[in-house]
């Protein structure tokens, strides 16, 4: 089966996962197609992070199937390399190399993992920083950027996998007020400009604002689910409501 | 018993493996009381040096400044000097102006290599454990002494049934530490003469040249004792965590 | 991922405000005493910290002159009779020859230790269950056994000759000590590797998994580039303890400084006035070499902390 734009980029059916005997998905499912912006929402410790985890192949899940791009994520004779080409990863601690530069950061894994030609990888690093609004940081170290410049590079690192899918886990969560903004501002950039992205976020206006469409779960389920319009104001399900109540 | 004590006689005779200590009732009653002296040194030592410790931490606490500096002064050296020189110093330094008593016929020092082992190494083990004790110590809160003095505690009683037991499961993996590094570290006796474990395999094996036998079992007979040791303590710290405190 | 990598063994449970983070904010204990218990775990692998000062030196070298000047006043002073002739006449043979080697034990059985060691940490961290066992099992064997033992074993099984065809190698004292010596360090360095490993936050291996490194290309080029600044003070520690131990060889007739003053002695005919003054001498020796290892270990130490 070769896999065609207009079918689900990400397809996720019926997944179970648990470490041993907590059960973090039940049974989870959800379809994500090209050029779409999803949030997963929902109380801590409901599996959202996990969720991002397996389609990232991270960890392992142990029912029901999740594809990316027609390729099924958890055949264990998947090419893992061909898979993270195509899924790039933002985390909530931002997980920066901290012995290398900023530019250092972005670089690495092109040259290390792809091969590519360093002088091109570098050019690309450099306008990618740009992009992230972090001209002049290059030569900087992890240890001496702020969260929210941290949390950009590990953006701009990503980036340079020349993914068709971001996951982003939390990414503002461990961050100041302030500096959430600044990282907000560049992944709407990039869903304005047709990436693919998937947020598990508890910045519901940011959510509302962006996504196209949003899950919400709880203990392992997708309790409900729509675009944010009608999720926001006609929420049906009690324990939407009652999470709704509490963070709106 | 006897058959399995003749096996190893006839394991001699057919391979040459000569486990001297099982067959020969003189060498396996020699071989015990090494053993029984290694466990004896150590176990003389880790209580000499945790009360040194304790008694330490204490004269630490002193208002005399002199006291402390004595104390700082004891710590300094045992902490930063090789404890077979510090034995070195004990037995050949001080052991040269400890008086001899008459023992029938010849004179015998007061003290023998295997006090002045426990004297040395417990000094040694002892300054470890005045910073360790101390420390724990400063790990509790005035709040709790005052809360403890406010229970009608006097001073000794809230050190003895509050402070001590609070400080105690605090400096309880540095304190392990520091107890199997003496057990290792009393091996070192062995170089002033007392017939401990190490000494009597050696001279086992010089009356019956089995070295190689005479070494596996000494290691062996080490690497258990150790590990016995680590295994307990490690079991005991986490008995000893806080009540009510803990996950 | 996450499966596959090990988790830190924990040596011991967790204490909440003791040994890990407090659950709740009430003043049972300072936060001292979460150091202490975090530094005792530290101690297990980077071993007792050497924390020697100038003073330190200065007073062993004021009382090498005081046992030097009361001997001086109890012999009568002619010129090779002297204490410090007679020290001077012996110095090119106890630091020429006997504290050289101590030296050349030191670096040689340190080059030996570190080889093996690093292999064996990273063998203790391996996905094959069998290598990390042997691993582990080798590491505890060396760990807990008491270095003399080690270096009697050594010593005594290995042959002072070994016969390739015709050409017969032998193997002096010295080279077998260092073996001896090289077997704890190797130990001790292999459980600094899986130590300084596990301490890189697991986030660093998802990320670069993430990122599609391999396991190779993660370990090598991520993790431990930025464990061998954490490595590099406990290594150097382990090098100081290294040298103040090496005179336990002395014991099994190597000729390094300490047998070598013990016979100088004898051959003085035991004086007893020159054992103080020679022996404080080699401490001063030891000193004088340790000490600025051991004030290096701790400026890098707080250089490291200040950048980690």
Same mark, same amino acid.
């Given at each position: 089966m070769t896999w065609t734009p207009d079918q689900p980029i990400?397809?996720?059916?019926?997944?179970?996962?648990?470490?041993?005997?907590?059960v973090v998905l039940h049974d989870v499912s959800l379809d994500v197609a090209k050029g779409?912006?999803?949030?997963?929402?929902?109380?801590?410790?409901?599996?959202?992070?996990?969720?991002?985890?397996c389609i990232n192949a991270l960890i392992p899940i142990d029912q029901g199937s999740i594809t990316v791009e027609g390729q099924e994520v958890h055949d264990p004779k998947l090419d893992k390399l061909e898979l993270?080409?195509?899924?790039?990863?933002?985390?909530?601690?931002?997980?920066?190399?901290?012995?290398?530069? !900023?530019?250092?950061?972005? @670089?690495?894994?092109? =040259?290390t993992v792809l091969k590519q030609d360093k002088a091109e990888v570098e050019q690309r690093a450099y306008q990618l920083l740009k992009k992230v609004r972090l001209e002049g940081k290059e030569p900087s170290y992890p240890g001496e950027l702020s969260g929210g410049?941290?949390?950009?590079?590990?953006? !701009?690192?990503?980036?340079? @996998?020349?993914?068709? =899918?971001m996951l982003f886990d939390e990414v503002t969560a461990a961050l100041d007020p302030e500096t959430v903004k600044e990282v907000l501002v560049t992944i709407r950039e990039l869903a304005e400009e047709g990436m693919t992205c998937m947020l598990v976020t508890h910045e519901m206006g940011f959510a509302r604002e962006v996504a196209d469409h949003i899950y919400f779960t709880d203990k392992g389920l997708i309790v409900e689910h729509g675009p944010p319009a009608t999720f926001f104001n006609e929420a049906k399900d009690p324990r939407t409501k009652e999470f709704l109540s509490q963070i709106l | 018993m006897e058959s399995f004590y003749d096996w190893f006689r006839t394991l001699y005779n057919d391979t040459g493996f000569n486990f001297v200590y099982f067959y020969e009732e003189y060498e396996r009653e020699r071989f015990i009381r090494g053993f029984w002296l290694t466990i004896y040194l150590s176990?003389?030592?880790?209580?000499?040096?945790?009360?040194?410790?304790?008694?330490?931490?204490?004269?630490?606490?002193s208002n005399l400044k002199i006291t402390r500096r004595i104390v700082q002064g004891y710590i300094q050296f045992f902490r930063n000097t090789p404890p077979l020189v510090q034995l070195f110093f004990f037995y050949f330094g001080l052991g040269a102006f400890t008086p001899s008593?008459?023992?029938?016929?010849?004179?015998?020092?007061?003290?023998?290599?295997?006090?002045?082992?426990?004297?040395?190494?417990?000094?040694?083990?002892?300054?470890?454990?005045?910073?360790?004790?101390?420390?724990?110590?400063?790990?509790?809160?005035?709040?709790?002494?005052?809360?403890?003095?406010?229970?009608?505690?006097?001073?000794?009683?809230?050190?003895?049934?509050?402070?001590?037991?609070l400080a105690f499961r605090v400096c309880l993996p540095a304190l392990n530490n520091n107890l199997v590094n003496l057990v290792k570290t009393t091996t070192l006796a062995y170089a002033i003469a007392v017939p401990e474990l190490m000494y009597t395999a050696n001279q086992i094996w010089s009356d019956n040249v089995n070295v190689p036998e005479m070494m596996m079992t000494l290691w062996i007979v080490y690497i258990l004792l150790v590990g016995v040791l680590v295994w307990a303590m490690h079991r005991w710290e986490r008995k000893m965590r806080i009540p009510g405190y803990g996950q | 991922?996450?499966?596959?990598?090990?988790?830190?063994?924990?040596?011991?449970?967790?204490?909440?405000?003791?040994?890990?983070?407090?659950?709740?904010?009430?003043?049972?204990?300072?936060?001292?005493?979460?150091?202490?218990?975090?530094?005792?775990?530290?101690?297990?692998?980077?071993?007792?910290?050497?924390?020697?000062?100038?003073?330190?030196?200065?007073?062993?070298?004021?009382?090498?002159?005081?046992?030097?000047?009361?001997?001086?006043?109890?012999?009568?002073?002619?010129?090779?009779?002297?204490?410090?002739?007679?020290?001077?006449?012996?110095?090119?043979?106890?630091?020429?020859?006997?504290?050289?080697?101590?030296?050349?034990?030191?670096?040689?059985?340190?080059?030996?230790?570190?080889?093996?060691?690093?292999?064996?940490?990273?063998?203790?961290?391996?996905?094959?269950?069998?290598?990390?066992?042997?691993?582990?099992?080798?590491?505890?064997?060396?760990?807990?056994?008491?270095?003399?033992?080690?270096?009697?074993?050594?010593?005594?099984?290995?042959?002072?000759?070994?016969?390739?065809?015709?050409?017969?190698?032998?193997?002096?004292?010295?080279?077998?000590?260092?073996i001896g010596f090289s077997l704890p360090i190797m130990a001790n360095i292999s459980?600094?590797?899986?130590?300084?490993?596990?301490?890189?936050?697991?986030?660093?291996?998802?990320?670069?998994?993430?990122?599609?490194?391999?396991?190779?290309?993660?370990?090598?080029?991520?993790?431990?580039?930025?464990?061998?600044?954490?490595?590099?003070?406990?290594?150097?520690?382990?090098?100081?303890?290294?040298?103040?131990?090496?005179p336990i060889c002395s014991i099994m007739g190597v000729q390094e400084s300490v047998n070598l003053t013990q016979q100088a002695l004898v051959s003085e005919d035991s004086r007893p006035e020159l054992l103080a003054p020679f022996y404080l001498f080699l401490l001063v020796i030891f000193f004088c070499y340790c000490y600025p290892i051991a004030r290096w270990t701790v400026s890098l130490e707080r250089k490291f902390v200040v950048k980690l």
């Open positions: 990400v397809s996720i059916q019926n997944v179970r996962k648990s470490f041993g005997q907590l779409e912006v999803i949030c997963v929402i929902g109380p801590s410790g409901s599996g959202k992070s996990t969720l991002l985890r993270r080409k195509k899924v790039g990863m933002v985390f909530q601690q931002y997980n920066l190399f901290p012995h290398k530069t !900023a530019l250092q950061n972005v @670089m690495m894994a092109p =040259i410049q941290q949390q950009r590079v590990a953006i !701009a690192r990503s980036l340079a @996998m020349n993914p068709d =899918i | 176990v003389t030592c880790v209580v000499f040096s945790v009360i040194i410790g304790v008694v330490g931490a204490w004269l630490q606490g008593v008459d023992a029938g016929g010849y004179y015998e020092p007061i003290i023998g290599s295997f006090g002045w082992a426990v004297i040395s190494l417990s000094f040694f083990a002892g300054a470890f454990n005045v910073e360790i004790f101390r420390s724990g110590i400063e790990a509790v809160p005035e709040s709790t002494r005052e809360a403890a003095e406010a229970l009608g505690y006097n001073r000794l009683q809230a050190y003895i049934h509050v402070i001590l037991p | 991922m996450i499966g596959l990598f090990r988790t830190p063994r924990p040596e011991l449970r967790a204490i909440p405000g003791v040994t890990g983070p407090a659950q709740t904010d009430l003043p049972v204990l300072l936060p001292a005493a979460q150091l202490i218990g975090r530094k005792a775990r530290q101690d297990r692998t980077n071993g007792f910290r050497l924390e020697l000062k100038a003073w330190h030196g200065l007073f062993l070298f004021l009382l090498f002159l005081f046992f030097t000047g009361v001997a001086a006043a109890q012999v009568d002073n002619t010129l090779d009779k002297g204490v410090l002739a007679t020290l001077w006449r012996w110095i090119p043979l106890i630091v020429g020859q006997g504290f050289v080697l101590n030296l050349i034990i030191s670096f040689t059985a340190m080059a030996l230790g570190t080889a093996a060691g690093v292999m064996l940490g990273l063998g203790q961290i391996s996905l094959l269950p069998q290598v990390r066992g042997s691993s582990w099992f080798t590491t505890q064997l060396f760990r807990n056994s008491p270095w003399l033992v080690l270096l009697f074993c050594v010593m005594l099984l290995l042959p002072f000759e070994i016969t390739i065809g015709d050409v017969i190698i032998r193997i002096p004292d010295w080279t077998k000590a260092t459980e600094l590797v899986r130590g300084a490993v596990q301490s890189i936050p697991s986030g660093q291996w998802e990320a670069a998994e993430s990122l599609a490194f391999t396991r190779r290309q993660t370990l090598w080029q991520i993790i431990l580039p930025q464990c061998v600044k954490r490595m590099i003070p406990p290594w150097m520690n382990w090098y100081a303890i290294l040298t103040m131990a090496t």
